[in-house]
């Protein structure tokens, strides 16, 4: 199953995936999906994952865990940071991805 986002005007997307039934799927071929562990997290996005910390700032979100991924793109051998992320929040007390968005 593929979820296709189409670019709104002026190129923004917005989406949020919380269920298993999609996956991120990064360049290098990795999945993210709903339900991955910490550790699983931590491997794939290391400097971002070390910056993680507890939501107070979005309601209904209030005590679990963020973090925020940069989106980048690579343009002849060089890879330019975006003005754009992804956040994932992660359950505190099992430590599983619950959701993301753009």
Do not use: H
């Not at 709104?8 to 997307?13: A, D, I, P, T, V």
């Not at 991120?24 to 997290?41: C, F, H, P, Y």
């Amino acid at each position: 199953m593929i979820l296709i986002i189409p670019e709104w005007e002026g190129g923004k997307l917005l989406f949020t995936v919380t269920s298993d039934s999609y996956a991120l799927l990064l360049s290098s071929g990795t999945q993210i999906r709903i339900g991955m562990k910490a550790d699983e997290l931590q491997k794939i996005f290391p400097s971002s994952f070390m910056k993680r910390k507890p939501i107070s700032d979005i309601r209904g979100k209030e005590g679990k865990i963020s973090f925020i991924v940069n989106l980048a793109s690579k343009i002849d051998n060089q890879t330019l940071k975006e003005d754009a992320w992804i956040r994932f929040i992660m359950n505190p007390d099992t430590g599983l991805l619950e959701e993301f968005y753009y």
